[in-house]
């Protein structure tokens, strides 16, 4: 790999230096000691081929983590995020005028003030929620695909942190990358609350007993490692790879199509990755934010369609619909469309936030009922249109959903729950017992700020936060409508594969990908319980 004229001249100084000053006489340098006393490694600049290379497959990669896998060099986007996810946005507006200071002080120093800011007096469980849904979007984000072509050469490896605290990276590296084992600074615990220190040990040790008879490669930034804060695991490694600054700003973004393992869920209100400069923006905004919020909020719930639309759009609320009901125009009854039905009409949606089905009330510009699986109190309080919530019990259920389509137009979500990227969680087929027909809408939104959905304890604010975006976005497309009586060859097809027919139409348009996954998976994976929603709230 070619560097800058510099970068060669100094690599070749400390291949000099190391000649003449650290190997004992008759020592030849990257032979690796028997009795683990540290050795000199054979420092190679550049990025390991493993996949070129049979020899290197069989060896152990100790990957440093900031140096060898991570672009940015910066660790203030992901210490503010658990200071504001785990925390609060104070902590992250103590830690946010923290940051001139912090740019003065050496990458060690700074990265003890950040854990002390952000850690003290959090618990434990908290953390660690963060860590498992937050924190993987940024670091997939941040991942360059150089670094991580070099992870995946190797059969094994073993990943160490230098700054960044296990508890924040385990996960993620575990998950994601399929890492055997993670080295770093363990954060004290106290009561099961930490208290911004580091242990005695810094770390957790390394069973290099695992690891016997086998070769271990070295892979980081010569950035780290010249200046004295490279790992002691690179003192056991025969070979070490390391890349210059100059060279990492070379590397590429990780494309979403070559992530290790799909991002379909994740957690935690920040749409941006917090650079000092964008949380400096978002801490600007919050005080025009607050009142907007109950401006837009006020003008939903209380003002008729009509006008709620034109003067939600001026406040910054951008709403597009296509294939627009006749109704929706003003120039006919929508229940001409088809022959007179005296049920209403089922319509079925993907779930983006809680406000898909007013956005399909408004699109309509008319009332309709909305089906919820487990909102909470206030949602329902403040929702514009009349809600029905369920019992998850499949009788139950559908006497419910047959009495309020008695009544009228009824919306539905089968998801059960909203998912924030481009896939289609698994519909539930309950819907398709109650009706002839459906009539699939397909939904998407953009956030340029806070996400408008969660799986915390805040879910009763998600709405507030949606309508906290200086530009919240919504498309609704209305689709032809579907008969729920289907025959293929003969065969009358059973209710979970029509569902799965409506899924991969609203899938088509929206260009998102159909999966098996439900409710329950997504919150057992970034709440690790069943989803059920303290209502109460």
Known sequence: MASKPFSKSFFAFYHFVRWRLGNPQGQHHHRRSTSRIPTYAEIIEGCPVASQDDQLQNQVLILDIEGGLLRSQSLFPYFILVAIEAGSFLRGLILLCLYPLLSCLSQKVQSRVMLMVCFLGLREE??????????????????????????????????????????????????????????????KLVRGRYVGLLEVEGERRLQLDELEGTEMVGFGSSSSYFSHNHHQLFTCCKEVYLVTPEQKKQWSTLPRDQYPRPLIFHDGRLTFRPTPQATLAMFMWLPLAVPLTVLRTLIFVNLPYSISLPIGSASGVTTRVINAPISATGNANHGALTQPNPRGRLYVCNHRTLLDPVYISVMLNKKVSAVTYSVNRVSELLSPIQTIRLTRNRDEDRRRMEHWLQKGDLVICPEGTTCREPYLLRFSPLF????????????????????????????????????????????????????????????????????????GEIGRVLGFEPTKLTRKDKYMILAGNEGVVDTKQ
């Not at 929620?129 to 070099?150: Q, Y």
């Open 432 to 503: 398709v017992e109650l009706i002839k027909e459906v009539y699939p809408v397909a939904l998407t939104n953009w956030s340029s700020m806070f996400y408008g959905t969660s799986t915390g304890r805040s879910k009763y604010m998600d709405h507030f936060y949606y309508f906290m975006n200086p530009h919240p976005a919504y498309v609704v497309e209305f689709m032809d409508r579907m008969p729920t009586s289907v025959v293929i060859n003969g065969r009358r097809c059973e209710s979970y594969e029509v569902a799965n027919m409506v899924q």
């Open 126 to 187: 908290e953390v660690t929620r963060v860590a498992r849904a937050t924190l993987p979007k940024h670091f997939l984000e941040d991942i360059g695909k150089e670094g991580l072509e070099v992870v995946r050469g190797f059969k094994r490896v073993v990943g160490f942190s230098r700054m960044i605290p296990r508890v924040m990276v385990e996960d993620f590296l575990k998950e994601y990358l399929g890492l055997e084992m993670v080295v770093g600074r363990e954060v």
